[in-house]
């Protein structure tokens, strides 16, 4: 009667399960409780743009006194895991977001701005929005909410992370691959400096990116903003923009 | 078709007839083979459940071991395509009927769909390690269809089914016709001719068509050989029984004693052999239609019922029981039983012996022994009285010698002398019931004598009553005192002129007659021998039993008193057995009387005829 066994283990199991994720997540929220004046905040693995804000966050936290350090997830999750609260938020993502994600509060100042761009290997066509994509085999980094709003009914082919978007595209199996701009130089400057692959048209999606925290870290946007909008206004952020880019570049 | 074709066919259905061998034999053997096959079938389908069962867990396993990891990465990575594919693929493992993967509350991505009634699902959490750490991301349930394994086995079970039944009827087909080659062909013709043993002739052969080619014994010969041999005892035990039946008949059909068998719960004869019949008078069917208790006589059938009821139920053997039966001419007949009773069967065994002879031969001893203990005593008594009478008589003639007839004592010794000549009278007759008689025996010519007396006996009876006198010729010469004669006649012809009211007939007859052993065992009082018979009869009022029971005994009298002494009787027997004779006295009231006296022939020749009466109309009775 071995079919039957699943059936009366089920509800055990399911039980187990849910007493595991319970478990699991109130550990791993008790890790982080640990320290109150320590936040982990998700990022995308592998995106340069994420990179770039990561050193933006980090001087921030540090001026309201807090440590900060970042677990890299693919796009889709490291959201995921910011709303559901395994993490403490999101490094930067663009306006709305919290709409779909509504455990999670924007810190209202832009910490970057991102342009998405389409980049090519072979293709020769003047692109400057979505719908001249239709046709095209589209590459797009999963969880990267613009691009996928904007291939949408277009079946693009989801990459994990912008190192391997790049690298489909030089191998052909995608025509074109829309990124970040600054990444997708950064990505080209790295690895792909000969392949021929550049940048097409003009910016398809054009948009500040705002960092968000989990709800249960509203205390920190008021601190955060304010530090934020300071950073802007000094220029601090632009600074550290370039240099980690050079960074980027040079690595 | 020959007639030993529709033999050979007619043996084949009636040995597949209703309840013969072969039928069930042929059933026995389906259900069996149906059993077995059930029963193999059922392991079979059990081993190939449990296989595909163990396939199925072991396309679990694979999916586990193989595809589990793929797809935690998926869903790690949030790519759906990779998963759709993946669960596409997975869902064409055999049996595979539904898999989906639960991520969080919104992600949910399924293959499949779930139709079966019966399944098995297995669920798969999907754990991705991350930063050293593991995180459960979702989990997949994998559903296998149950159904289609059951169709497969049902299918299997259903043409192992009908492939066995087809060979279970071949089987049974070819059983039963081996089996009716072998054994139910020979056992009919084996039974058809042990129908036709006739125990009462000399044993046949049972079977004599046996195979030529065959030249072992088998059980069926081993049962022709025992069959033979029970033939041949039944038959020898059919001849004994048979003997002994006859003989058995032969001694209750010959029996004398009476022999019957009863039922002791209704207490009537269930069969009585023909002494019964021949005994009692009554035929068989008058005998068995009634109660025996009916039979008997009334004063003994309470006792008969109390041997029913406390012996003959209880099981016990009753020996020497007695009782009367009624014959149909109204007589009672005196039986000595022997009852051997079988209750558990309600009936008993009985043998009755007729003592009716011996009970009269009882109460004739009787009747002798007190007759011979009163002569005694009389004859003593009468001896000592005698010669004191002498002694009276004598005295009293020496005074009437000294006293004359003027003498005033003269009336008074003649009074007393005239007393003790009665007494002496009596004295003298006790004397001869006591056969203390002074007698002188000689030879007499019983005829002579007798008409010598006739005269005498004519004025002693009167004119009333006619005598007839009828002497034999040729009659045999007696040895005996003549006054005793005298004495014998007197007596007789008075108790007959007293027994005639009126006119009547007195007869007088003499004979000679020869009494052989057998009529002696039946007449007890008789003795073998020749006899000279003499027989008074007459036609006076007769006598009841009562008084023929006590006829010979001294001083009793049916006569008015003073009228009789009651010693003429007495002393006829007295005189008799004297003689060495005897008497048989037949009477009935209203009928008369007729006395029979039987006097020894004075041995003189060796003439042995039988009984030759002077008269007509005598015939002995007994009493």
Redesign the interface.
Known sequence: M??????VF?NK??CF?IL??LG?SHA?GSEHQTNSRHVTISAIENEQTHAIAKHILIEAYKHIDYQISF?D??G??AL?WAN?GLTDGDVARIEGTEKKFTNLNPIKIPIIHFQGVVFTKKINKNITQWNDLKGLRIGVV??IRYSTIGTEGMEP??A?DMTHLFSILNKGRIEVAVAVLDAGIIEIEKNYKNSGIHVIGSPLFSSPLYHFVHKKNIHLVAPLEKILLEMTSSGRIEKLKRQVLNQLKNQ | MDKTDNTHDNLFISAFGKGRIGRRLVFATIIFSSFITLLTTSYQLYSDYKND??A??GYFELIKDSYLESLTTSV??????QISTQLDGLIKIPDMEHLGIMA?DDHFWSSGSLRSK??????F?LVFK??N?????G?LSAT?S?DKVYNRLIGKAFSILISNAVRAFFVSCFILFIFHLLVTRRLIRLSKMVENIDIKKYPIEIESKKSKRKKSIDEIDQVVYALGKTQQKLFESYEELKQSQDELFQIFTMSIDLICIANINTLTFVKVNPAFTDTLGFSEEELLSKSFLEFIHPDDVLATQRTVDEDLKAGKTVLHFENRYICKDGSYRWFRWVSQPLPEKGITYAIAHDITDLKKMEAQLNQAQKLESVGRLAGGVAHDFNNMLGVILGHTELALLQADENHELHDDLNEIQNAAKRSADITKQLLAFARKQTISPRQLDLNNTLESMLNMLRRLIGEDIELIWQPASDLWPVKMDPSQINQILANLCVNARDAISGVGKLTIETGRCTLDQEYCIEHPDCIPGDFVLLAVSDNGCGMDKDTLDNLFEPFFTTKEVGKGTGLGLATIYGIVKQNKGFILVNSEPGQGSTFKIYLPRLVADEDTDNCQLGGPGLSGGLV
């Open positions: 071995n079919h039957l066994r699943p059936f089920k199991f399911v399960i595991l994720i699991m791993y677990d997830l693919p889709k999750r995921e559901t999963r969880g082919f989801f994990n | 069962i163990a199925i867990d790690w990575m949030y790519d759906e395509k969080g019966h399944k098995i699902t297995h669920h959490p991350h930063r750490k593991e995180f459960q991301i989990m296998a149950l």
